[in-house]
């Protein structure tokens, strides 16, 4: 993270922000990289957009579900002019904004030949990845190649409106996405917030990580890079 920094939020005037949209704001700018998790309806997608903008960010990759693409266009063109191209299929098109479905990740990202890579060639300075919770199976395909891609880059913003404390297990990939402290090491993690240990089947150990445990604890050690309220407050 860096140190505290001013926002001239009057620009944004046509649509402005709400009092905890641009605390968002605020917290997206000075960490590189972060977890915004604010219940579902509070314009996470608003506060994100306009976080970009304020860091200079000259290409910025959105990655979402298909379903959200077009509602991403429209608050980008909300408050920048800048260039947006949706990507679809097979077809590349750069712009200053792409937005990009998780699933179509893999016609333009290879993990066995970087080298080729059309996303690592776009060269962005940012990635936002909504609906983040996608990625919490560090064996699914989609969350392999998300995971390389943002190897190579230095801001990356994640998006999701599922609390920490329900499954910790879920929570790790993403914190390891961010360099979280508590994500350096996977068995610590396990045995102390998702309530691990191992049993037998057969030949071989297994181990139970759907527990959890210590949650005020591990509140506490993600508090600064994690940023969540709730409707009602």
């Known amino acids: 993270s860096i140190k505290d920094v001013e926002i001239d939020f009057s620009k ?68 920048t002019d800048r260039s947006i191209s949706i990507i679809d299929g097979k077809k590349w098109e750069d712009a200053d904004f792409v937005i990009i479905n998780f699933d179509i990740i893999k016609n333009f990202h290879d993990v066995a030949h970087k080298d080729e890579s059309i996303i690592l060639k776009s060269k962005f300075d940012l990635v936002i990845i909504d609906e983040a919770h996608y990625i919490q199976n560090t064996q699914a395909q989609r969350t392999k ?29 993403l914190l390891s996405l961010v360099d979280s402290p508590v994500s350096k090491n996977w068995m610590a993690y396990v045995k102390r917030y998702c309530a691990g ?16 445990s210590n949650l005020d604890e591990l509140r506490e050690r993600t508090a600064p890079i994690l940023l969540r309220r709730l409707k009602e407050d």
């Open 197 to 212: 240990y191992q049993f037998t089947v057969g030949m071989n150990k297994v181990w139970n990580v759907n527990g959890a």
């Open 12 to 79: 944004y005037s046509h649509r402005p922000l709400m009092s905890h949209q641009e605390e968002a704001v605020k917290r997206l700018v000075v960490n590189k990289r972060f977890i915004l998790t604010d219940d579902m309806g509070l314009g996470k997608t608003t506060a994100t957009v306009v976080g970009s903008l304020e860091t200079g960010a000259k290409k910025v990759l959105v990655i979402c579900p298909a379903s959200l693409k077009i509602n991403w266009q429209r608050e980008i063109s909300n408050y």
């Open 145 to 173: 190649l998300i995971n390389d891609i943002c190897k190579d880059i230095k801001r990356i913003w994640l998006l999701t409106g599922t609390p920490l404390t329900s499954r910790p297990i879920d929570y790790f990939n």
